[in-house]
């Protein structure tokens, strides 16, 4: 059973910042290509960033410089920091991750979803 644990989400001002950390389960979950999107309501799904293991990411058009994909190697998390947060921001993130199997087919895996409300 494999699960994605997401945090950090909740009431920020305009302008201010927030970091999310999304966490598998286990002990034998190595990470390959991570990804965050964000679901606002009565919208679709939208993609945010992606982070190869290799280090190279990349942003939608929207993000413009605010946020910012990372992993930890030792922790084996990964974590969306956003600062300068707009009210069009609100919205329910989601990570996303593959895990990597030796010798088995690459399988993603979805966090629970952490809620972000950009309001003053």
Known sequence: QVQLT???GGLVQPGGSLR???APSGSNFRIGVAAWYRQAPGMNREWI??????G???????????????????????????????????????CNLQKVQLGRPLTSYWGQGTQVTVSS
């Open 56 to 94: 190279a990411t990349t942003y939608a058009d929207f993000v413009g410089g605010r946020f910012a994909i990372s992993m930890d190697n030792d922790k084996n998390m990964v974590y969306l920091q956003m600062n300068s947060l707009k009210p069009e921001d609100t919205a329910v993130y989601y």
């Open 49 to 54: 960033a992606s982070r190869t293991s290799g």
């Open 20 to 22: 999310l950390s999304c």
């Open 6 to 8: 997401e945090s950090g």
